[in-house]
């Protein structure tokens, strides 16, 4: 694509919005760059830093000369001369030319040898354009390293991948600002400490590094499905921020059945979007959904992503499993012509391999559609003992769902109302309590 500037018009944006061209350019560049920089420096905060110094060089210099045909490289190329300075102003390396200079000692700059001296200046540049491979690949890893909490790996991902800024992290999120600055400080900070490698992990820790990887995706991607809090029901940018990272990361790292699987199951899940939301708003639940607004589109793309996630792996993981239950869904052209045995049956393979509470209220649902809801009731009342359920909001919701269709509306209306009092979604309450209204209302209404 062609930047230049013509008739002050840059690449089809005129010339006062160039900050924008620039933020866009940002957003799918910044990625990369923060990898090779952190491959090159070897600390994850000290690359950040760079790369936003690059980012301030463009912010003067483009302006006046127009967005490069090449962006990427220029800011790589601008990154690389202040690397070079940040190697210069290190005083330690200072130090050390001196002890070292006349021994010829080498020294370990980035993933190359450098021999300390006379013209180091230059084997420095050399290193910093040594290509190692996917830097991309080991900064997803490194910005989900589980030595971060769950917070701290989403506010990273979403800063070093994402591209977000803090403040749009802090308001898809629903915290301060300062808490995710903290913790994008304090991440970095742990890596640091910890000397975290820049690598791709092999083997066991391959597993385990990919599993927190997939987790905190989809972390991301659920929040914008169903936001926990405020006054949205859908955040379609966290969605879209989620997908993205998910098919980079299926792009990164092609053998991984799992990968697949989590693609899978959010194209198909985010392809229902339009149809979750009503004229004003309000949730709309996925048996009261108009599947003619289903984006098929997406629906298409998620079940080629689980035909690759099949034949890459006999065994599937639990992405791949909730990834089959969403295909359940999509290839039924109605609600009624769902195939609900076939989901309570992935379900009871998703409790074996990864049990929770939640996956047995969801496979309750299941049960409660395919062999009645008082079937599906025994098995939601066994759950009220769960500690782990005791202030989630969707088991009374569920109750009171599978009490009203068994007529026992005043039962239902009380657990409505205690499902509105647990969520702190005010969309979702809102439609929680019109149920409960429902079920107060004469027979014959």
């Given amino acids: 694509m062609h930047w230049g500037i013509k008739h002050g018009v840059i690449g089809g944006v005129a010339a006062t919005d160039i900050h924008g061209a620039i933020d866009a350019v ?25 790369a936003q110094d690059a980012l301030l060089a463009a912010l003067e210099q483009w302006p006046k000369s127009g967005v490069p045909d090449n962006p990427g490289a220029w800011l790589m190329a601008a990154a690389k001369h202040r690397a070079i300075d940040h190697f210069r102003r290190n005083t330690r390396l200072e130090r050390k030319h001196e002890e070292l200079g006349r021994e010829g000692v080498v020294q370990k700059i980035g993933t190359r040898e450098v021999r300390a001296g006379e013209g180091q200046m230059t084997d420095i540049e050399a290193a910093l354009d040594d290509d190692v491979g996917d830097d ?11 030595v971060l909490s769950s917070e701290a790996r989403v506010a990273l991902t979403l800063r070093l991948l994402g591209g977000l800024t803090t403040e749009e992290i802090a308001r898809a999120f629903l915290v301060p600002e300062a808490t995710v600055a ?28 990919l599993s927190s990887v997939l987790a905190v995706i989809y972390l991301v991607f659920n929040e914008g499905y169903a936001a926990t809090a405020g006054d949205d029901w859908l955040r379609p940018s966290l969605c879209e921020e989620a997908l993205r990272l998910g098919r980079i990361l299926a792009e990164l790292a092609p053998r991984e059945p799992e990968v697949h699987g989590l693609v899978a199951l959010m194209e198909i899940q985010a392809s229902r979007s339009r149809a979750r939301v009503g004229p004003s708003g309000e949730p709309v639940l996925l048996l009261d959904q108009n599947r003619a607004h289903w984006d098929h589109l997406l629906i298409g793309r998620g079940l080629t992503a689980l035909e690759r996630a099949a034949k890459l792996g006999a065994v599937p993981g639990p992405y791949r499993l909730q990834a089959q239950i969403a295909a359940c869904h999509a290839r039924a052209r109605t609600a009624e012509e769902t195939d609900w045995a076939r989901i309570v049956e992935i379900y009871g393979d998703l409790a074996r391999i990864a049990p929770s509470p939640v996956v047995e209220l969801n496979r309750a649902v299941a049960v409660a559609m395919a062999s009645g809801p008082a079937a599906g009731l025994e098995l939601v009342d066994a759950l009220y003992s769960e500690p782990a359920l005791e202030n989630y909001h969707l088991l009374p919701s569920v109750r009171g769902d ?11 209306r009380i657990e409505f109302q205690r499902a509105a009092a647990l969520t702190r979604n005010g969309r979702e309450r809102q439609l929680l309590l019109e149920r409960a209204k429902a079920c107060s209302l004469p027979a014959s209404s």
């Fill in 136 to 146: 991309l690949l080991r900064l997803v890893f490194i910005s989900c390293h589980p």
């Fill in 182 to 209: 903290q913790r994008i400080v304090r991440a970095k900070r742990t890596l640091s400490e910890a000397r975290i490698p820049f690598e791709v992990p092999r083997g066991a820790e391959l597993d385990a590094r």
């Fill in 402 to 412: 599978l009490l009203k269709k068994l007529g026992r509306l005043e039962e239902a």
């Fill in 26 to 50: 940002w957003r799918i560049e910044s990625p990369r760059l923060i990898a090779g920089l952190t491959r090159m420096v070897r600390d994850i905060g000290v690359a950040e830093d760079l």
